[in-house]
Nanobody
Framework: DVQLVESGGGLVQAGRSLTLSCRASGSTFDGFAVAWFRQAPGKERQGVSFISVNDGRTAYADSVKGRFAISTDDAKSTAYLQMNSLRPEDTATYYC?????????????????WGQGTQVTVSS
């Protein structure tokens, strides 16, 4: 079984940066697609960023394009979400998700493995 553990969340001022990490255990991300989702209080969970690990194809929500970047390490054991120019509206719990043969970004039903989430709070 695959376990995902997110880290890197915290409280930051608007305009600053944070990098979230999603570490896989039980498997590497080889052959997987990995996505970051977020959920703010009272709102539905939404897709933020997606990467097909082996071919490097990425996708981003319009709200984060140009500010966020998803990547994996060379060992394909950790996925990252670099978040720049953070805004108060980026405040949410961020979740990492992964699945094999996941081809359409942000389709939550396709995600098999989920992390526990990490809180990101952006103050104005």
């Amino acid at each position: 079984d695959v376990q995902l553990v997110e880290s890197g969340g915290g409280l930051v001022q608007a305009g600053r940066s944070l990098t979230l990490s999603c570490r896989a255990s039980g498997s590497t991300f080889d052959g997987f697609a990995v996505a970051w989702f977020r959920q703010a209080p009272g709102k539905e969970r939404q897709g933020v960023s997606f990467i097909s690990v082996n071919d490097g194809r990425t996708a981003y929500a319009d709200s984060v394009k140009g500010r966020f970047a998803i990547s994996t390490d060379d060992a394909k054991s950790t996925a990252y979400l670099q978040m720049n120019s953070l805004r108060p509206e980026d405040t949410a719990t961020y979740y990492c998700a992964a699945a094999l043969r996941w081809t359409i970004p942000f389709v939550q039903e396709a995600a098999i493995y989920w992390g526990q989430g990490t809180q990101v709070t952006v103050s104005s």
